[in-house]
């Protein structure tokens, strides 16, 4: 109760109290007023009391609007603007010039061959263009969707697609559908984030330039200020070294391991090592008989490559550093046991086959003021020592296996690259290689790389 209310009350007490002082014309007066102040109070409350009636009934209408616009948001599919994934798009060109022929590139000692890993056509062509698509599907899942679109045409082709567990706890993520798989360091990169043009021998010659999956990842992180991560891959096999082998289960698995960490504030590291496994069946490549013809060969058994792999980042400023380089480098060790088939659209003689093989590159990339860098990598092979039991028991002779035989592919490359913003880069590269004998191949590359739309980020 205010002060005007007391005031009334207190009036109103005095003068029913009073008799005598009520028969007083002057108190007439003062009763009159009393009388139009209870009236215009009362007047008051009222008025207060309607109001809020009112607003009660628009808070509690508004609140079942709410309500009922949020349960036919439930009930009704998703509209376009609710799903909306980040869009890119990369494109990329080339001029090259080679001395030799690129449809004749082999890799002494190794399969695959050709148009597989070698380099583009000559004088000017269109790189490798990507288009993606990428969202958060909902708190558990994460989607990526990556074509590739060839140099040669011939429609697009599903490089990723692959869905990706979000918070499942303690360290873990899911990864399932098609994807770069987690062996090595170049091997889980784009093609338009490496440092060089091309991808290295071993990369060729081990992994037929680029390993993917079909099947499920399943990597933990250690909850530790060092890195520390472990990861497992199941898939179908179907890309070299591998063999689509129509089967249940799976064909291709791996196993890798990353540590790294900082070293002050200018020098970063991490390190990897990684086991794949596959068992081919009839995986074929093309050579030529003791009589140059040319023949289908084809390799059944077991393939075994151990990847070992290191980088170290130095950056004096840290990331807005004008200076930085990248000292990279990997390791490959194959074994691959059991029978070759020569001549399987012919003759189809089958024999023991048995063979090791290694190779390795080593890098370095220095940005030596803003927006430029230059780098040199060399490249070598060891085909090392095969075993064929049809060239062994006299069936026929290593004249009719001059893919297989020995030898030690090796290579130089320069780089200088411009990249004026994150969006674009400018490349030229020249590289002089002896990867097949008696044929020094001298490259000259220019090449284009730019970016459109929202590009997610690479890892280390």
Same mark, same amino acid.
Request: proline share 5%.
């Given at each position: 109760?205010?002060?005007?209310?007391h005031v009334?009350v207190?009036?109103?007490?005095?003068?029913?109290?009073?008799?005598?002082?009520?028969?007083?014309?002057?108190?007439?007066?003062?009763?009159?007023?009393?009388?139009q102040?209870?009236?215009?109070y009362?007047?008051?409350?009222t008025?207060l009391e309607?109001?809020l009636?009112r607003?009660?009934?628009?808070?509690?209408a508004a609140d079942?609007?709410a309500?009922q616009?949020?349960?036919?948001?439930?009930q009704k599919?998703?509209?376009?603007?609710?799903?909306?994934?980040?869009i890119?798009?990369?494109l990329a060109g080339?001029?090259?010039?080679?001395s030799?022929d690129?449809n004749?590139y082999?890799i002494?000692?190794?399969?695959?061959?050709?148009?597989?890993v070698?380099?583009?056509?000559r004088?000017?062509?269109l790189?490798?263009?990507?288009?993606?698509l990428s969202?958060n599907?909902?708190h558990?899942?994460r989607?990526?969707l990556?074509?590739?679109?060839?140099p040669e045409g011939?429609?697009a082709e599903?490089?990723?697609?692959?869905?990706?567990t979000?918070?499942?706890?303690?360290g873990?993520a899911?990864?399932?559908?098609?994807f770069?798989?987690?062996?090595?360091?170049?091997?889980?990169q784009h093609?338009?984030?490496?440092?060089?043009?091309?991808?290295?021998?071993?990369?060729?010659a081990?992994?037929?330039?680029?390993?993917?999956?079909?099947?499920v990842q399943?990597?933990?992180?250690?909850p530790?200020?060092?890195?520390?991560e472990?990861?497992?891959?199941?898939?179908?096999?179907g890309?070299?070294p591998?063999t689509?082998?129509?089967?249940?289960g799976s064909?291709m698995?791996?196993?890798?391991?990353?540590v790294g960490?900082d070293?002050g504030n200018?020098?970063?590291?991490r390190a990897?090592?990684?086991?794949l496994?596959t068992?081919?069946r009839?995986?074929?490549? +093309? #050579?030529q008989?003791s009589t140059? *013809?040319s023949v289908? !060969? /084809?390799? @059944?058994? =077991?393939?075994?490559t151990?990847? +070992? #792999?290191?980088?170290?980042?130095? *950056?004096p400023e840290? !990331? /807005?550093? @004008?200076? =930085?380089?990248?000292?990279?480098g990997?390791y490959?060790?194959?074994?691959?046991?059991?029978?070759?088939?020569f001549?399987?659209? =012919?003759?189809?003689q089958?024999?023991d086959?048995?063979s090791?093989?290694?190779g390795f590159y080593g890098q370095?990339?220095?940005?030596?003021?803003?927006?430029?860098?230059?780098?040199?990598?060399?490249?070598?092979l060891?085909?090392?020592?095969?075993?064929?039991?049809l060239?062994?028991n006299g069936t026929?002779?290593?004249?009719?296996?001059?893919?297989?035989a020995?030898?030690k592919p090796r290579?130089n490359?320069?780089?200088?690259?411009w990249?004026p913003?994150e969006f674009?880069?400018?490349?030229f590269?020249?590289?002089?290689?002896q990867?097949?004998?008696?044929a020094?191949?001298?490259q000259?590359w220019?090449q284009?790389?730019?970016?459109l739309?929202?590009h997610g980020a690479?890892n280390?």
């Amino acid at each position: 109760m205010n002060y005007t209310s007391h005031v009334v009350v207190a009036a109103c007490a005095v003068l029913a109290a009073s008799p005598a002082l009520a028969a007083d014309p002057d108190l007439k007066i003062l009763r009159e007023e009393i009388a139009q102040m209870k009236a215009a109070y009362e007047q008051r409350i009222t008025t207060l009391e309607a109001k809020l009636a009112r607003t009660e009934a628009i808070a509690i209408a508004a609140d079942d609007s709410a309500r009922q616009a949020s349960v036919a948001a439930s009930q009704k599919p998703a509209s376009e603007a609710a799903f909306n994934p980040g869009i890119s798009a990369v494109l990329a060109g080339t001029y090259t010039r080679l001395s030799q022929d690129p449809n004749a590139y082999a890799i002494g000692g190794f399969v695959p061959t050709g148009g597989e890993v070698g380099p583009p056509r000559r004088s000017f062509g269109l790189g490798e263009s990507e288009i993606g698509l990428s969202a958060n599907i909902d708190h558990l899942f994460r989607g990526q969707l990556t074509f590739a679109l060839p140099p040669e045409g011939g429609g697009a082709e599903v490089e990723e697609a692959y869905i990706q567990t979000l918070g499942l706890g303690y360290g873990a993520a899911i990864k399932a559908g098609r994807f770069l798989s987690g062996v090595g360091y170049m091997n889980g990169q784009h093609a338009h984030t490496w440092d060089f043009a091309d991808a290295p021998l071993a990369y060729k010659a081990m992994l037929g330039g680029q390993l993917k999956n079909d099947g499920v990842q399943v990597k933990w992180l250690a909850p530790t200020d060092l890195l520390v991560e472990l990861g497992v891959e199941a898939a179908s096999g179907g890309p070299f070294p591998s063999t689509d082998r129509n089967k249940n289960g799976s064909t291709m698995g791996s196993i890798f391991a990353h540590v790294g960490g900082d070293v002050g504030n200018s020098n970063s590291w991490r390190a990897g090592f990684a086991l794949l496994r596959t068992s081919p069946r009839d995986r074929q490549y +093309a #050579d030529q008989d003791s009589t140059g *013809a040319s023949v289908n !060969n /084809a390799f @059944s058994g =077991s393939s075994r490559t151990l990847i +070992a #792999d290191a980088v170290w980042k130095w *950056a004096p400023e840290g !990331n /807005a550093s @004008s200076r =930085s380089l990248i000292v990279q480098g990997e390791y490959f060790r194959r074994h691959e046991s059991g029978s070759l088939a020569f001549d399987v659209d =012919s003759t189809n003689q089958v024999g023991d086959y048995a063979s090791l093989q290694s190779g390795f590159y080593g890098q370095a990339v220095y940005q030596f003021m803003p927006h430029w860098r230059a780098g040199y990598r060399y490249d070598r092979l060891n085909s090392g020592t095969t075993s064929l039991d049809l060239v062994n028991n006299g069936t026929l002779t290593a004249a009719n296996f001059p893919l297989l035989a020995s030898y030690k592919p090796r290579r130089n490359t320069l780089m200088v690259d411009w990249t004026p913003t994150e969006f674009s880069r400018v490349r030229f590269q020249l590289a002089r290689g002896q990867s097949r004998p008696n044929a020094t191949d001298n490259q000259f590359w220019l090449q284009y790389i730019v970016s459109l739309g929202a590009h997610g980020a690479h890892n280390f």
